[in-house]
T-cell receptor, first 111, second 112 residues
Framework: EAAVTQSPRNKVAVTGGKVTLSCNQTNNHNNMYWYRQDTGHGLRLIHYSYGAGSTEKGDIPDGYKASRPSQENFSLILELATPSQTSVYFC??????????FGPGTRLTVL | QQNVQQSPESLIVPEGARTSLNCTFSDSASQYFWWYRQHSGKAPKALMSIFSNGEKEEGRFTIHLNKASLHFSLHIRDSQPSDSALYLCAVGASGGNYKPTFGKGTSLVVHP
């Protein structure tokens, strides 16, 4: 079974602060994705990557940066967190058109 | 940009019922169609996929795909309380960088 882990699992941040969400996968998948999930909006793609060193903008990239320093790790960075970024964030990995394997999620609250 | 819509938004059915969930998409070049299931407080997990027109059955679950109608569906036979979850459809196109688009989901409750 593919394994994707996320840290932290819960985070409370202050408005204007910097937040880094981390994701690790041990499946040697080339593709990794960051989504946020809000009631009524489903899963929305923030950033994605096709391999180490690459990042691409998803559908809602504003206010977020991403970093893929290695095959295993993919981070999501909120340089100046705002209350509108309060959400549940999921990381996923997969190989091209195969299924995506999701991490357990990070619940972020920005006060 | 791909537009994926799911219906209904929510559904309550009795145990043993046949349940149908729908997904429409806008990009006729779409080639990859997935259903994911997400139990409350958990991560989404892939349930089934279909890549060509027609029908595919796995146990109590069946997917129908009609590309000409830009529509695919998930049917659950003999629904169980354990099927209660959020069901998300995802659609992707081939070529270049692969990034599927998810619908907003259908919340299913199966009551005993």
């Amino acid at each position: 079974e593919a394994a994707v882990t996320q840290s932290p699992r819960n985070k409370v941040a202050v408005t204007g602060g910097k937040v880094t969400l981390s994701c690790n996968q041990t499946n040697n998948h080339n593709n990794m994705y960051w989504y946020r999930q809000d009631t009524g909006h489903g899963l929305r793609l923030i950033h994605y990557s096709y391999g180490a060193g690459s990042t691409e903008k998803g559908d809602i990239p504003d206010g977020y940066k991403a970093s893929r320093p290695s095959q295993e790790n993919f981070s999501l960075i909120l340089e100046l967190a705002t209350p509108s970024q309060t959400s549940v964030y999921f990381c996923a990995s997969g190989d091209q058109t195969d299924e995506q394997y999701f991490g357990p999620g990070t619940r972020l609250t920005v006060l | 940009q791909q537009n994926v819509q799911q219906s209904p938004e929510s559904l309550i059915v009795p145990e043993g019922a046949r349940t149908s969930l729908n997904c429409t998409f806008s990009d006729s070049a779409s080639q990859y169609f997935w259903w994911y299931r997400q139990h409350s407080g958990k991560a989404p997990k892939a349930l089934m996929s279909i890549f060509s027109n027609g029908e595919k059955e796995e146990g109590r679950f069946t997917i129908h795909l009609n590309k000409a109608s830009l529509h695919f569906s998930l049917h659950i036979r003999d629904s169980q309380p354990s099927d209660s979850a959020l069901y998300l459809c995802a659609v992707g196109a081939s070529g270049g960088n692969y990034k599927p688009t998810f619908g907003k989901g259908t919340s299913l409750v199966v009551h005993p």
